[in-house]
């Protein structure tokens, strides 16, 4: 190995850990496009969404998974860790670990309540009940920490899952605009509750008018603020 190759700094190794395959190719374009220093490493346990029950809480059966595949990758050498599943989100509040460790909607938050100045509405947007939901109740409490003003309303767009699954961007689109359009005169922003949904943002905020607010990027963001110093 040349003094060059030995000298030269190692990118940040940033492990984004999958419930379901349509989540990691939005997961990779937000690292690639916030925090292009890094690089991405997959893990993926695709039965992770379907073994999740419909109602309550995870059960520990699942929590323990979770936390073995972050275990897997601190073990691989990770500088970071973000969760890509939203149903996952709130195990990251019961495992420590020396370096970041992100659920797939904290930093979508932060991010949803200061587009909206803690006040007015916002649409919490998901391609199926038990997403949106759970989305729904953690924005919640984020919110209501953060003040009483803002008003989240969750939205359901079930023809999305299929359209995310498929990779049909035009469908996506559509289907979310279409869940959008009753509920957005009144909105001030849109917070996509999946990751899969993320594709779709940037021409969902054209066509209502509205900033739309995707995980991929805002925890990309955070993780490249964690790790490096440079603000959001």
């Not at 924005?139 to 990779?167: N, Q």
């Not at 849109?190 to 054209?206: D, I, N, Y």
């Not at 955070?222 to 790790?227: D, F, G, Y």
């Amino acid at each position: 190995m040349s003094g060059v190759a030995a000298g030269r700094a190692r990118a940040p190794r940033i492990a984004l850990i999958s419930a379901t395959p349509t989540a990691i190719a939005p997961a990779v374009a937000g690292l690639a496009e916030e925090f292009p220093a890094a690089e991405s490493w997959n893990l993926l346990d695709d039965r992770l969404l379907g073994d999740a029950p419909e109602d309550g809480p995870l059960p520990p059966a699942l929590v323990d998974r979770m936390t073995r595949l972050i275990g897997h990758a601190l073990a691989g050498g990770a500088d970071g860790v973000l969760l890509t599943c939203s149903l996952y989100g709130s195990v990251t509040e019961t495992v420590e670990t020396p370096v970041p460790l992100l659920a797939p909607d904290a930093a979508a938050f932060e991010q949803a309540l200061a587009l909206s100045a803690g006040r007015g509405r916002v649409l919490v947007l998901a391609s199926f009940e038990a997403a949106m939901r759970d989305s729904l109740t953690r924005f919640s409490a984020v919110s209501a920490a953060a003040g009483p003003a803002t008003e989240p309303v969750g939205v359901v767009a079930p023809d999305a899952f299929g359209a995310a699954r498929d990779g049909d961007l035009s469908m996506l689109h559509d289907a979310l605009r279409d869940a959008c359009l009753p509920h957005v005169t009144d909105a001030d922003t849109v917070l996509l509750a999946q990751f899969s949904l993320a594709p779709a943002a940037r021409s969902l905020s054209t066509a209502l008018g509205v900033p739309v607010v995707s995980g991929p990027h805002a925890a990309a963001a955070a993780l490249r603020t964690a790790l490096t110093g440079r603000p959001l």
